[in-house]
Nanobody, 125 residues
Framework: QVQLVESGGGSVQAGGSLRLSCSLF????????MGWFRQAPGKAREGVAT????????DYANSVRGRFTVSHDNAKNALYLEMNSLKPEDTGMYYC??????????????????WGQGTQVTVSS
C-alpha cells in the first residue's frame, strides 16, 4: 500500500525560504509521477510542481516558477520542494501526491491516486 508522509512546513516571513520533504512508502519502482499541491482556506486545491522520477522532467505552476524547485531522491524514495522568496499568497496546506502512470505528469489534481496528510505553510507579510 502506497503511503506518503510530508514534513518541513512551518511559519516564515515574506521573502523567506522553506524546504518540504515527502517520503514514499510501499512503492520502489522509479517510473512514476509525484507532485506537490496546495490548498488555501476557501480555495480549491491547486498544482504547484510535479516531477517524473525516471528522467527528472518537471512542471511548475506559473505562480511559483523561478521561486520553487521540485526534486526527487531515488535512493531515499523521497520528494522535495525547495521554496524561496515566499509570498503571503503561498500560504496553505501543502500535499504530496503520487500516481503510477507517468505518461502524463501534469498539475491536474484529478490524475493523482495517493495523497499525504499535508503540511502547513504560513507566510506572513
Amino acid at each position: 500500500q502506497v503511503q506518503l508522509v510530508e514534513s518541513g512546513g512551518g511559519s516564515v516571513q515574506a521573502g523567506g525560504s522553506l524546504r518540504l520533504s515527502c517520503s514514499l512508502f510501499g512503492y520502489t519502482w522509479n517510473r512514476h509521477c509525484m507532485g506537490w499541491f496546495r490548498q488555501a482556506p476557501g480555495k480549491a486545491r491547486e498544482g504547484v510542481a510535479t516531477i517524473y522520477t525516471l528522467i527528472g522532467g518537471t512542471d511548475y505552476a506559473n505562480s511559483v516558477r523561478g521561486r520553487f524547485t521540485v526534486s526527487h531522491d531515488n535512493a531515499k524514495n523521497a520528494l522535495y520542494l525547495e521554496m524561496n522568496s515566499l509570498k503571503p499568497e503561498d500560504t496553505g496546506m501543502y500535499y504530496c501526491a503520487f500516481k503510477y502512470d507517468a505518461s502524463s505528469c501534469s498539475l491536474d489534481t484529478t490524475e493523482f491516486h495517493y495523497w499525504g496528510q499535508g503540511t502547513q505553510v504560513t507566510v506572513s507579510s
